[in-house]
């Protein structure tokens, strides 16, 4: 019943956009903190941007700082995180993850995938 979903994933040229789109269903994200992770081949997985808890306000890795936005539309339940300036190093999975904020349930997506072409 609850469940995370991504789309969005794809190849792109260096230098493009893409929007990864993460939709819940079973639960609304009001009552939890999202983030992204990201994997490249051979490599371990790493946050790449998280709402805090507290502040409810996005906090972005270094590599992506600038480059990638994370948002949200409540009436669709669902989190997006807009890439641009895309780079090959950007190749890998992207997973969606929520933890509930006074709980303990969370909830992983099972990826979409994206490369980047230089």
């Known amino acids: 019943e609850e469940r995370l979903v991504e789309s969005g994933g794809g190849l792109v040229q260096a230098g493009g956009s893409l929007r990864l789109s993460c939709a819940a269903s079973g639960f609304t994200f009001e009552d939890f903190t999202v983030a992204w992770f990201r994997q490249a081949p051979g490599k371990e997985r790493e946050a790449v941007t998280c709402v805090s808890s507290n502040s409810r306000t996005a906090h972005y890795a270094d590599s992506v700082k600038g480059r990638f936005t994370l948002s949200s539309d409540n009436a669709k339940n669902t989190v997006y995180l807009q890439m641009n300036g895309l780079k090959s190093e950007d190749t890998g999975g992207y997973y969606c993850?929520?933890?509930?904020?006074?709980?303990?349930?969370?909830?992983w997506g099972r990826g979409t995938q994206v490369a980047v072409s230089s």
């Open positions: 993850y929520a933890k509930q904020i006074l709980g303990s349930r969370n909830f």
